[in-house]
Nanobody, 127 residues
Framework: QLQIVESGGGLVQPGGSLRLSCVASGFPFHLYSIAWFRQAPGQEREGVSCISSSDGSTYYKDSVKGRFTMSRDNAKNTLYLQMNSLKPEDTAVYYC????????????????????WGQGTQVTVSS
């Protein structure tokens, strides 16, 4: 059974940190590129970061570069997103998404490229 479960969201003050986890079961995990997307109220879903299946290349949205770090543990079928120096504008529901095959520098952040999605975890950055 295919299942994607995100966790680790919560309420944090500006400047704080959170680590999100995404566990994907029922997948040949190492064959999928995996991304984090986020969606704030009234906003479109946007790509935050992606790690490619082929060579582990990572891609990040410009506004999170230097603050967010993505990693994957294929043995545990788990993806992580370490988020530091959080800002109020990072507030959103964060989703984990899987796409079979390699990710590309130009297409990694397009939501319809991803076949499987988790239910999301809420991240709120507020004082």
């Amino acid at each position: 059974q295919l299942q994607i479960v995100e966790s680790g969201g919560g309420l944090v003050q500006p400047g704080g940190s959170l680590r999100l986890s995404c566990v994907a079961s029922g997948f040949p995990f190492h064959l999928y590129s995996i991304a984090w997307f986020r969606q704030a109220p009234g906003q479109e879903r946007e790509g935050v970061s992606c790690i490619s299946s082929s060579d582990g290349s990572t891609y990040y949205k410009d506004s999170v570069k230097g603050r967010f770090t993505m990693s994957r543990d294929n043995a545990k079928n788990t993806l992580y997103l370490q988020m530091n120096s959080l800002k109020p504008e990072d507030t959103a529901v964060y989703y984990c998404a899987l796409d079979y095959g390699s990710a590309s520098p130009t297409g990694w952040n397009i939501p319809y490229e991803y076949e499987y999605w988790g239910q999301g975890t809420q991240v709120t950055v507020s004082s």
